[in-house]
């Protein structure tokens, strides 16, 4: 068990419709980063926080939208749904920016 | 771009056998290189950090090192357990990002 947890585990739901998976880092971590892991792709980065603010984006389409909460759990928005967006979403976390990073279970997103 | 580049796509090994998995680099000015073990549907498993060429880390079976362009990851006398895949993954310079490689898929057979 690394410390961080995600919710769902599992999200199936239809196009053009949005959900919000959920992130809490480990304790005492301040960093955030979020990536995309699907078949074809390997493991993306989308998008990363340090204690509240954006500090980078990767490969994150307009469609998708996170943010970091004060008490450093975070979000992501992923919105009018399309099938190419079923994957394997990561949440990790870092004591701060550069260290190892520890990474969530997933929420596997099926859209039909 | 940086980018970073994982060879073999897949090693099929028998248990005992020993072999060397690559990571390949090209970022400038490394802030560390990172191997990770991920196991099907689960989330990346944070195994080492590098930071300079000649740096070595063990854990149990598994050796990795770092030259100037590439680390390798040695498995000394593998066992079934440690099928998976290993991804490694390299910062941007100020550590806005990290690069992932697509990932070794290591199957070890009793």
């Known amino acids: 068990d690394s410390g961080v947890t995600q919710t769902p585990k599992h999200l199936i739901t239809a196009t053009g419709q949005r959900v919000t998976l959920r992130c809490s880092p480990r304790?005492?971590?301040?960093?955030v980063y979020w990536y995309q892991q699907s078949l074809d792709q390997g493991l993306q980065f989308l998008i990363q926080y340090y204690n509240g603010e954006e500090r980078a984006k990767g490969n994150i389409l307009e469609r998708f939208s996170a943010q970091q909460f004060p008490d450093l759990h975070s979000e992501l928005n992923l919105s009018s749904l399309e099938l190419g967006d079923s994957a394997l979403y990561f949440c990790?976390?870092?004591?701060?920016?550069?260290?190892?990073?520890?990474f969530g279970p997933g929420t596997r997103l099926t859209v039909t | 771009e940086d980018q970073v580049t994982q060879s073999p796509e897949a090693l099929r090994l028998q248990e005992g056998e020993s072999s060397s998995l690559n990571c390949s680099y090209t970022?400038?000015?490394?802030?560390?290189l990172f191997w990770y073990r991920q196991d099907p549907g689960k989330g990346p498993e944070f195994l080492f950090t590098?930071?300079?060429a000649g740096e070595e880390k063990e854990k149990e079976r598994l050796k990795a090192t770092l030259t100037k362009k590439e680390s390798f990851l040695h498995i000394t006398a593998p066992k079934p357990e440690d099928s998976a895949t290993y991804l490694c993954a390299v910062p941007e310079y100020n550590f806005n990002k990290f690069y992932f490689g697509s990932g070794t898929k290591l199957n070890v057979k009793p």
């Open positions: 590098l930071y300079s």
């Open positions: 970022v400038s000015g490394l802030r560390g």
């Open positions: 990790a976390s870092s004591v701060t920016i550069g260290n190892e990073q520890y």
């Open positions: 304790s005492g971590d301040l960093s």
